[in-house]
C-alpha cells in the first residue's frame, strides 16, 4: 500500500516490482584498506574501520578534506606503523583535518581533496 498526500492507493504485485526496478540502489563499496589482514590486531582495527563507515561515516557522505579520508588513513596508518604509531599518526591527522593550511599539501584535482598519504 502506497500513501500519498493522506490518500491510501493498492497496488498490484506488478506495479510494486515495476517500482523496485525503477529504484536503483546505490552500489556497495568495498574497502580495499579492510582487506589483507595479517594478525587478529589488524581483523580488529578493520572490523572497527568497517563498522564506522557502514554506520557513521555514510551519514555524514563526504566532508573529510583529504583523500583517503580520515578513517581510511587510521586503518592505513595501523597496518603500515602499527598500533601505537598508526594511532598517534592517526591522532595528528585528525587535528589536521580542517583545510585551514591548504598550501602544504597537493591537490587531487580529480577528486578535488588535499593528498596526506600515510
Do not use: W
Not at 506495479?15 to 536503483?24: A, D, F, G, K, T
Not at 554506520?55 to 573529510?64: K, R
Not at 601505537?84 to 577528486?111: F, H, Q, W
Amino acid at each position: 500500500m502506497l500513501l500519498c498526500l493522506n490518500q491510501a492507493i493498492a497496488q498490484s504485485k506488478d506495479e510494486i516490482s515495476l517500482h523496485r526496478n525503477v529504484i536503483q540502489q546505490a552500489p556497495k563499496r568495498v574497502y580495499k584498506e579492510a582487506k589483507g589482514n595479517k594478525n587478529e590486531v589488524e581483523y580488529v582495527f578493520s572490523g572497527l574501520f568497517l563498522f564506522y563507515k557502514t554506520f557513521f561515516s555514510s551519514q555524514d557522505l563526504t566532508v573529510c578534506t583529504f583523500t583517503p579520508s580520515c578513517s581510511e588513513y587510521g586503518i592505513l596508518s595501523v597496518k603500515k606503523y602499527g598500533v601505537v604509531m598508526g594511532g598517534i599518526r592517526t591522532m595528528d591527522r585528525l587535528t589536521r583535518c580542517n583545510g585551514l593550511s591548504p598550501m602544504k599539501y597537493e591537490i587531487d584535482i580529480k577528486a578535488k581533496l588535499l593528498i596526506d598519504k600515510p
